[in-house]
């Protein structure tokens, strides 16, 4: 069973950073694609930004230039950082594996207000 658990959301004032780690269990993870994508009040889910397997990287334009994904498969996980945040980044935000199949974490809470 593949399980991933998000970690490090919370309140951030406009401006500051926020990094979110996501440990994924329960599958090979170099072989997944894994990513962030998020979810704001009253809209769809969409991509934050990706990385494959061999480490090849894609953002979502309203990101680039202020978020970097990265993966550490010695240790299962997957990385957001988030620097220059601001209102419009809040959202509940999920990591995903995709290999065989595709899965999610339960989401957590990124809330950027002064």
């Known amino acids: 069973q593949v399980q991933l658990v998000e970690s490090g959301g919370g309140l951030v004032r406009p401006g500051g950073s926020l990094r979110l780690s996501c440990a994924v269990s329960g599958t090979i993870f170099r072989l997944n694609t894994v990513g962030w994508y998020r979810q704001a009040p009253g809209k769809e889910r969409e991509l934050v930004a990706n990385?494959?397997?061999?480490?090849?990287?894609n953002y979502a334009e309203f990101v680039k230039g202020r978020f970097t994904i990265s993966r550490d498969n010695a240790k299962n996980t997957v990385y957001l950082q988030m620097n220059s945040l601001i209102p419009e980044d809040t959202a509940v935000y999920y990591c995903?594996?995709?290999?065989?199949?595709?899965?999610w974490g339960r989401g957590i809470l990124v809330t950027v207000s002064s």
């Open positions: 990385i494959t397997s061999g480490g090849i990287t």
């Open positions: 995903n594996a995709h290999f065989v199949g595709n899965n």
